[in-house]
């Protein structure tokens, strides 16, 4: 009988999964089994996972069609067998005594939930990184209940970096919202672990490589900027449900986390998505601000509730005058107010562009522009760019050819419309990061989907 399941989500990793794998099966503790469930990956990811498992009975393989994250974290915590439950994300990988470490200290004091630190990983930084310290020094060690330390709601939810009682989750329902298709969807897991802990413990020590420079990351994708403000939703139901006495606690707690989640959501999306996001924020914000949630919060800094104040009192100069990047009449296009956010915002944006740059003339390439030409878009509004430009001929199906460089170099907030095969698409979106261009798509299923 295993002593720890972990649960390993996966979904077109395959550069990272082998990795993340290598990292589980060398663990100094033997006793675990490593339950792998492939969200329906269309890349060699699936591939990956069968040969891992061939070599090590302890893998467990599921694979099923494409359902989300949280469904798929739902599966595995219902599969998961041991008393304790380890996460680790498919483009992470953890050090060889992560799982030894913590479960030695939860034996040492049993509690609800252990976590630990980790490190914030970017091959060009490699291994040898200083490690994230969110948590106040004086609580390391010591067995505290959550709700009495407000600092501990602040730090990243890193979910992952963590050894939990399979029972207190089940005695508290505590799971993943399974919203199709969404991110973030361990923001609400993780309020709802703190806000049922007992007694919680933090280690000092950084056990897992958290990967912050995976540009195919959910969080990457301007497509499911909507998805935070379901997770925040969830907890605000969950909130509800509780006593009067435990919601005069959670409610500042929330709204602080809602205020600096949505702030960050705002402030890395491109500029055509910003003002539709910043209309939704501030809505939800004078809300709550009427209903006087804001009054117990304990801020960062006096300039955000400074920022709070003068956003309410009058927004549109507000984000007029904050906004980081150019304020033109692409923010006028996405007047979207509704769910179909993400499909009627892409048409927006490409039937807005004079030009329309479509990065890879290959396979995906000339399918994409087949697709936006039977969707009406014009041939000569379109096209194509290419890295080599010797190699490639002037035209393709009648459309124009040229080399990427010389593109943004005359024009950086050029739309660009990545249309490569999964494996290519890291190498390409860093090359466009480097020639600085920030308005991009990557032409994901997602995106696919909108030209069938």
């Excluded at 219902?78 to 992560?98: L, N, T, W």
């Excluded at 490409?350 to 740059?357: A, I, S």
Aim: with cysteine.
């Amino acid at each position: 009988m295993p002593k720890i399941s972990i649960i390993v989500p996966v979904y077109n990793v395959e550069n990272y999964v082998g990795q993340c794998l290598e990292s589980l099966v060398r663990q100094t503790m033997s006793e675990l089994e490593i339950i792998c469930i492939n969200d329906g990956s269309t890349d060699s990811s699936l591939s990956i996972l069968k040969e891992y498992a061939s070599k090590d009975r302890r893998i467990r393989l599921i694979d099923k069609k494409n359902e989300g994250y949280g469904k798929t974290m739902n599966r595995g915590l219902s599969e998961a067998r041991a008393p304790y439950i380890g996460i680790v994300e498919s483009d992470d990988f953890v050090k060889p005594d992560m799982f030894e470490k913590l479960y030695e200290a939860m034996r040492e004091q049993p509690v609800d939930l252990i976590k630990c630190n980790f490190y914030r990983y970017t091959v060009a930084g490699g291994e040898n990184i200083p490690y994230s310290r969110e948590y106040p020094e004086d609580i390391y060690g010591k067995i505290i209940e959550p709700l009495d330390y407000p600092a501990v709601y602040s730090a990243n939810s890193s979910i992952w970096a963590a050894l939990y009682q399979k029972q207190f989750l089940d005695d508290h329902y505590i799971r993943f919202n399974e919203t199709p298709g969404a991110a973030y969807q361990d923001i609400s897991f993780h309020f709802k672990v703190l806000s049922s802990a007992k007694k919680m413990k933090i280690i000092e020590d950084a056990l897992l490589y958290y990967r912050s420079d995976n540009l195919m990351s959910s969080v990457y994708s301007p497509l499911k900027i909507y998805c935070v403000c379901d997770e925040i939703h969830e907890i605000e139901n969950y909130i509800r449900t509780q006593d009067e006495k435990r919601q005069e606690k959670l409610w500042p707690l929330l709204t602080k986390r809602k205020y600096y989640d949505y702030m960050w959501t705002y402030n890395r999306l491109a500029p055509v998505f910003q003002y539709a996001f910043y209309e939704k924020m501030t809505a939800e914000f004078k809300e709550d601000y009427a209903a006087g949630k804001f009054e117990a919060v304990m801020w960062r800094t006096s300039y955000d509730k400074e920022n709070l104040e003068q956003m309410l009192k009058d927004p549109f100069t507000h984000f007029m005058n904050t906004s980081k990047r150019d304020r033109d009449d692409r923010i006028k296009r996405v007047n979207i107010r509704n769910a179909q956010f993400a499909e009627t915002g892409f048409w927006s944006m490409v039937q807005g562009e004079e030009k329309l740059t479509i990065y890879g003339a290959g396979k995906v390439g000339r399918h994409v522009a087949q697709r936006l030409t039977a969707h009406g878009i014009e041939k000569e509004k379109l096209l194509f760019a290419v890295t080599d430009r010797e190699s490639v001929q002037e035209e393709i199906d009648g459309i124009r050819v040229k080399q990427i460089d010389a593109l943004v170099e005359s024009r950086k907030d050029r739309l660009i419309l990545l249309s490569v095969k999964g494996e290519k698409q890291i190498a390409m979106l860093n090359h466009l990061v480097h020639l600085g261009s920030t308005n991009i798509i990557v032409a994901d299923e997602e995106v696919l989907s909108y030209l069938k």
